[in-house]
């Protein structure tokens, strides 16, 4: 069964400090997407990455980057000098792409990131 | 070029009333989604279309229906509304299945007292 992990429900660091968000999957699918989304507290949902399975090359944006590793089935997500606008629920999914499937997304709980000044 | 955009954006449903989610796209996709987003909890599919005149359930798509009759819209309508369904509901909308990614609409906030 395909199943998204979040194991860290709420992190809380100093501004300017490195963090890293975990993700673990499940899915039998060889074929298949992650994706990291952000929520600020306004509510609405921001495209981060989109990784597809074969491709586990590690992603480097500004200050995010993206570690992924078929072997542990894990996607990070790590913010280097995080800054008070980091604020945000982030939420790791997973979009299976094998015959039938419908491409909806299958989202972790979130980890919760709170950056202080 | 709007989106995805959702009406209304907040609303306070009494026990047993209706009411219908708008959700309308203007980008021509396919595929369209309503997801429901708990407290503390990761977004949960209801209900899913791949075209017009096409849905089908989701996960969690007990006390909702569905109807696409054009590309554009998606409408999602609750019968009889429970305290159960108080939540944030956000559409989204895809060109095509899995590897395409998704555009979210900014939510409905729903509470049902």
């Known amino acids: 069964a395909q199943k998204v992990t979040q194991a860290q429900t709420e992190i809380s660091v100093v501004e300017k400090e490195d963090v890293t968000l975990d993700c673990v999957y499940e899915t039998r699918d060889t074929t298949y997407y992650l994706f990291w989304y952000k929520q600020p507290p306004s509510g609405e949902l921001v495209f981060l990455i989109r990784?597809?399975?074969?491709?586990?090359q590690n992603e480097i944006s500004g200050r995010y980057s993206w570690n992924f590793q078929k072997s542990t089935s894990s996607f990070n997500f790590t913010i280097t000098a995080s800054q008070v606008v980091d604020s945000a629920v982030y939420f790791c999914?997973?979009?299976?792409?094998?015959?039938?499937?419908?491409?909806?997304?299958?989202f972790g709980k979130g980890t919760k990131l709170s950056v202080k000044p | 070029n709007a989106g995805v955009t959702q009406t209304p954006k907040f609303r306070i449903l009494k026990i047993g009333q209706s009411m219908t989610l708008q959700c309308t796209q203007d980008m021509n996709h396919n595929y369209m989604y309503w997801y429901r987003q708990d407290p503390g909890m990761g977004l949960k599919l209801i209900y899913y279309?791949?075209?017009?005149?096409?849905?089908d359930k989701g996960e969690v798509p007990n006390g909702y229906n569905v109807s696409r009759s054009t590309t554009e819209d998606f409408p999602l309508r609750l019968e009889l509304a429970a305290p159960s369904q108080t939540s944030v509901y956000f559409c989204?909308?895809?060109?095509?299945?899995?590897?395409?990614?998704?555009?979210f609409g900014p939510g409905t906030r729903l509470t049902v007292l």
């Open positions: 999914a997973l979009s299976e792409a094998g015959w039938g499937s419908q491409g909806n997304l299958i």
């Open positions: 990784r597809n399975s074969f491709d586990e």
């Open positions: 989204a909308s895809s060109s095509g299945t899995s590897g395409y990614g998704q555009f």
């Open positions: 279309s791949v075209g017009a005149g096409i849905t």
